[in-house]
């Protein structure tokens, strides 16, 4: 390989499963630890399995990283809702007539609040 080492980007791993990621790295790093292997290996190769392994455990991060983002973004957009629904259910309650309340109902109404809807101000 002529150039930098690592210079070479893997555009496709966005093709590879989640669940084939940590197979691949597993596969590789025990390449890189075989140091029979690794000795027969010359040096420009070495560094493309080094590269290809960097770029897998980047990848297999990033992913995890964002299902992070994604389950603390629903999280925030739940507790809104529910803030949301609380602010408006007191705006809305008739505090002359609070015999009339019907809990079951609100807490019914609670539980169903659609929290992918919901666009923060």
């Known amino acids: 390989m002529s150039g930098v080492c690592g210079s070479k980007k893997y555009n496709h791993l966005y093709l590879i499963p989640d ?3 940590p197979i691949m790295a597993e596969f590789i790093e025990k390449q890189l630890n075989d140091e029979q292997l690794m000795r027969s290996i010359p040096e420009d190769d070495k560094c493309i399995i080094r ?3 960097d770029q897998l455990m980047f990848e297999a991060h990033k992913r995890k990283f964002s299902k ?3 389950e603390l973004l629903t999280m925030v957009r739940f507790k809104y ?3 949301e629904l609380v602010h ?3 705006r809305n309650i008739d505090m002359n007539n609070l015999e009339q309340l ?3 109902k609100i807490m019914e109404s609670c539980d ?3 929290i992918f809807d919901i666009k923060p101000e």
């Open 68 to 70: 992070c983002l994604e």
């Open 102 to 104: 019907d809990l079951d």
């Open 19 to 21: 669940n084939n990621l």
């Open 81 to 83: 809702m529910k803030k």
């Open 88 to 90: 408006s259910w007191i």
């Open 112 to 114: 169903r609040c659609p």
């Open 51 to 53: 590269t290809w392994y």
